[in-house]
């Protein structure tokens, strides 16, 4: 049984490029949330996604991010227009639903030139 | 917004000592949970604590959640050089649904 996946793990855009980061859920998993974590911080939670909903986008910049998770397919986090302090890992983790217990991807790191 | 303060940030200890951390709210948590985050890797669920009072054990790993539900403490014994790492607390505050907020982190350094 495969665990969180997370695709690129590293990632490289120049600034004003798009970044786009993949995450397939656990088998079984309908929940998906995506965090972002800077240097030495812990995880700072972004958006949280049901399939074909998104349920609670707060954590997530107004502009240039967006969040999907289509009935077929991965989940993805994009990020328009990136600029330096976009860098960071971003993390994906899902759960079966309802239920606390997230079980995290390795992380998509992205460095901003 | 929620915030967790985990204490001590770092710390560095022989291997074959015990250690502890714990984690503080400034509000009430229904659910704690410590996950282990290995460098360059996601972090890794250890315990998880659903009820004031719990003591929940896995392994060398012990952690308690706090009668006041705005604390929770995780103690490792006998430490080995592969329990070097970041370790978070983290939970879903009262009426927070599944906004999970993390700790600051404790880093450990095991010295062999």
């Known amino acids: 049984n495969a665990g969180v996946m997370q695709n690129p793990r590293h990632l490289v855009r120049r600034r004003g490029q798009e970044a786009r980061l993949r995450c397939s859920p656990m088998?079984?998993?309908?929940?998906v949330y995506w965090y972002r974590q800077l240097p030495e911080e812990g995880l700072k939670f972004m958006v949280y996604?049901?399939?074909?909903?998104?349920?609670?986008e707060s954590g997530m910049p107004k502009e240039r991010f967006s969040a999907e998770f289509p009935k077929e397919g991965p989940s993805i986090l994009r990020i328009q227009q990136v600029v330096r302090g976009d860098s960071a890992a971003y993390f994906c983790?899902?759960?079966?639903?309802?239920?606390?217990?997230?079980?995290f991807g390795p992380g998509t790191r992205l460095l901003v030139l | 917004g929620q915030q967790l303060n985990q204490s001590p940030q770092s710390m560095f200890i022989q291997e074959g000592e015990d250690v502890s951390m714990n984690c503080t709210s400034s509000?009430?948590?229904?659910?704690w949970l410590w996950y282990k985050q290995d460098p360059g890797e996601g972090p890794v669920l250890l315990i998880a604590?659903?009820?004031?009072?719990e003591l929940t054990s896995n392994g060398r790993l012990t952690a308690q959640f706090g009668i006041t539900r705005k604390d929770s403490f995780l103690n490792i014994s006998a430490s080995i050089p592969s329990d070097v790492g970041i370790y978070f607390c983290?939970?879903?505050?009262?009426?927070?649904?599944?906004?999970?907020?993390f700790g600051t982190g404790t880093k450990l350094q095991v010295i062999p």
């Open positions: 983790a899902s759960s079966p639903g309802g239920q606390e217990t997230q079980y």
């Open positions: 088998k079984g998993h309908s929940h």
């Open positions: 996604l049901q399939k074909e909903n998104i349920i609670d």
């Open positions: 509000s009430i948590f229904n659910t």
């Open positions: 604590l659903y009820k004031a009072g």
């Open positions: 983290a939970g879903p505050p009262v009426g927070g649904y599944q906004k999970v907020t």
